[in-house]
């Protein structure tokens, strides 16, 4: 599936140094191939310069690509985005469990700020926790982050190890909630107990995947917005662009002006500028 050749020019100014905080870049595969034993194979490339492009058009200034699972452990193309927008980007890498140091640093001098774990099933699965507490200390040494994809079913189980954690742990997509079971479900309620705890962010994107009603993704508005008022200063945001593995593709405008649907200017404020700075250490 395709991105959204054409969206929509957003009706939402963001403020000056907005950040897309959750994006990839995928191939083009005759210079970044995709991994041979990837979970998913883009059907279209959906590199750097398309990226670039989107974000001037929608009025994004800083930017976090995420590492595909489509690259797998090859961060290359992630790579060559951030020396193009060195300072103004950050990334996010996939590195085994087991990855040593020098591997780590490497990654830290090209402009990677955390590492990713996937534990979606269609993903391939995560880590065992244990193996994870232990591999985070080496992400403290770096003054990293952990991000975390993972089904909302999956919070409460993992929450005791995650509490262990020495550095900030970032939950993806509002932690792949299902809005049709609403506010009061029990994964969302073991979502907003662990963000009490300070170390834990939470991405609010990805409502879109939330949805069970489809655009303009309505049922999803209310976990956003809880998120953004009770934890306003451990919230970042994220296109999710190109939006992979989804049946209907999103207008990426459409998404820009549903921000104003869950946050107030000063809650977009800290959002898609003041949280960025402080968790990724722009031009750092």
Same mark, same amino acid.
């Given at each position: 599936m395709s991105y959204h050749n054409n969206p929509t020019e957003p009706k939402l100014r963001l403020p000056a140094g907005a950040c897309d905080a959750h994006f990839h870049v995928f191939g083009p595969k005759e210079k970044f191939p995709y991994a041979k034993d990837a979970p998913y194979t883009p059907s279209v490339d959906a590199p750097k310069d398309v990226l670039i492009d989107r974000h001037m058009?929608?009025?994004?200034?800083?930017?976090?690509?995420?590492?595909?699972?489509a690259h797998g452990f090859d961060n290359s193309a992630s790579a060559d985005l951030l020396a193009e927008k060195k300072g103004s980007y950050v990334g996010v890498a996939l590195v085994p469990v087991d990855a040593d140091m020098a591997l780590l640093k490497k990654l830290n001098e090209q402009g990677f700020r955390g590492a990713r774990f996937n534990y979606l099933q269609h993903l391939g699965g995560g880590p065992?926790?244990?193996?994870?507490?232990?591999?985070?200390?080496?992400?403290?040494?770096?003054?990293?982050?952990?991000?975390?994809?993972?089904?909302?079913?999956?919070?409460?189980?993992?929450?005791?190890?995650?509490?262990?954690?020495?550095?900030?742990?970032?939950?993806?997509?509002?932690?792949?909630?299902?809005?049709?079971?609403?506010?009061?479900?029990?994964?969302?309620?073991?979502?907003?107990?662990?963000?009490?705890?300070k170390r834990f962010w939470v991405k609010v994107s990805g409502l879109e995947r939330a949805s069970r009603?489809?655009?303009?993704?309505?049922?999803?508005?209310?976990?956003?917005?809880? &998120? !953004?008022? +009770? $934890?306003? /200063?451990?919230?970042?945001?994220?296109?999710?662009?190109?939006?992979?593995?989804?049946?209907?593709?999103?207008?990426?405008?459409?998404?820009?002006? &549903? !921000?104003? +649907? $869950?946050? /107030?200017?000063?809650?977009?404020?800290?959002l898609l500028v003041d949280n960025p700075m402080r968790l990724y250490k722009f031009g750092a």
């Open positions: 058009f929608l009025g994004i200034e800083r930017g976090v690509v995420v590492q595909s699972a065992a926790i244990a193996d994870l507490m232990k591999f985070s200390s080496k992400l403290a040494a770096l003054g990293w982050h952990l991000q975390l994809h993972l089904e909302s079913s999956m919070i409460l189980k993992m929450t005791p190890e995650l509490k262990l954690s020495p550095v900030p742990v970032v939950i993806d997509h509002m932690g792949r909630i299902d809005a049709s079971r609403g506010l009061d479900q029990p994964a969302f309620k073991h979502l907003l107990k662990l963000l009490e705890d009603q489809g655009a303009p993704y309505a049922d999803a508005v209310p976990f956003a917005r809880k &998120l !953004v008022a +009770e $934890f306003g /200063d451990r919230v970042v945001w994220g296109t999710d662009w190109p939006h992979p593995n989804l049946d209907s593709v999103p207008d990426d405008g459409a998404l820009v002006d &549903l !921000v104003g +649907e $869950f946050a /107030d200017e000063k809650q977009r404020q800290a």
